[in-house]
């Protein structure tokens, strides 16, 4: 029987969604249709946030989209790569953040003068024009 434990860890996750496909006859080793599937979800994902910004899409008659369901299955198919490539997701996500916080800071150390941090808000003042552009806010 799947059941998903009440309170489950990023392991848990990963075990229900491999014993999930497994039980539903869904894909467990073809990875790069499996990065298909990812993708289209993705794209699902941004064509619900872009729904919802607009209240629903301009002339299709289409509602306000579920951006948790969206995610929720972008979720699965992440548990789903990192199980066909063998790897566990908290790990990693530890490992990357351990790798994230020594990078930083090196580069604060480095960088302390006011050009690297006019360049640090350089990019993300390009980066929040840009999306306010994507969508029509700007």
Known sequence: VL?????????DFQSYVRQMKQERGFNTTDKFYE???FAEEAGEVISAVRKNAKGG????GSAVSNVAEELADVFIYV???ANMHGIDLEQAFRDKEEKK??????????????????????????????????????
């Open 3 to 11: 059941e998903l434990k009440k309170s489950p860890t990023l392991q």
């Open 35 to 37: 990065c298909c599937l």
């Open 57 to 60: 899409s301009v002339g299709s």
């Open 79 to 81: 548990c789903s790569l």
């Open 101 to 138: 916080a020594a990078h930083l800071e090196t580069a604060i150390g480095s960088n302390r003068d006011c050009f690297g941090y006019g360049t640090a808000l350089i990019r993300i003042a390009w980066g929040a024009g840009l999306f306010l552009s994507m969508y029509g806010m700007l």
